[in-house]
């Protein structure tokens, strides 16, 4: 592909706006060499202003997501694209998160403009292992890990139970809970049906991915290491 179309799909603007970019010699080699429209490139090399480019297509960025974000590109509040380089959302593919975590749920969700990876991890049959932690209203009443477990959990306005969840009791009212599914505010409703309230919502893994470290707003792309650890609990 050429420069002018590659930097373009990658958000930096139209083609019109590109070709200024490039005839105004903005786009360099990392060595300094100005490139051309028809140069060849490595992605890695080149800079806009002097700045490396964003991530390449088919990348996949993890972000620590914090409470207050909303996972849409249209919407009054904070989004996590704000989180994210400006261009992300004008991609072409764009780049979208692989399912959603609520505007008051924390943790770690990844984005990807990779549509076939998306599918593959957000398809309710992927059964890919989300583990979340919850702070509860109430203590836990000690039954919650055999109700999860149960594959009889039905949520309110839904025609077929829940797959089986696993609950960790980590205090009174804390708790870990591992869903392999994605159902709409799935593990606060899972409280709700239990009898107890969700006041705080954390996700910390995806498949084998975690956080690790990872500072509340900040993301990072994921390295060829991440993602086996993401796909070493795919079923
Ligand atoms: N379950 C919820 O209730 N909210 C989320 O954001 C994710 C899972």
């Not at 957000?122 to 919850?134: D, G, M, N, Q, T």
Request: aromatic share 6%; proline share 6%.
């Amino acid at each position: 592909m050429k420069v002018i179309k590659y930097l373009a799909n990658l958000g930096y603007g139209t083609r019109r706006e590109v070709t200024g970019m490039v005839y105004h010699r903005r786009v360099t080699r990392s060595d300094g060499s100005t490139v051309r429209d028809g140069d060849a490139f490595v992605h890695d090399e080149l800079l806009v202003d002097g700045i490396p480019l964003d991530p390449a297509r088919g990348a996949v960025v993890m972000l620590h997501k914090p409470v207050g974000y909303v996972c849409s590109t249209k919407d009054a509040s904070q989004l996590v694209y704000q989180l994210l380089p400006t261009r992300f959302p004008y991609r072409t593919p764009v780049m979208a998160p692989i399912g959603r975590l609520d505007r008051d749920t924390s943790g770690l969700l990844l984005i990807t403009d990779d549509g076939q990876l998306n599918h593959r991890l957000s398809s309710p049959r992927a059964h890919l292992p989300k583990v979340y932690e919850a702070r509860l209203a109430s203590d836990l009443r000690g039954d919650e890990p055999e109700f999860f477990a149960s594959g009889t959990v039905m949520l309110d306005s839904e025609t077929t139970p829940l797959l089986p969840a696993t609950l960790e009791a980590l205090d009174a009212r804390t708790a870990r809970v591992t869903i392999t599914e994605g159902r709409y505010h799935q593990v606060r409703r899972m409280f709700a049906a239990a009898g107890n309230r969700v006041e705080a919502l954390h996700r910390r893994a995806v498949g084998g991915l975690e956080l690790d470290g990872l500072e509340s707003g900040q993301w990072r792309v994921l390295s060829a290491a991440d993602l086996s650890r993401l796909f070493s609990e795919l079923p």
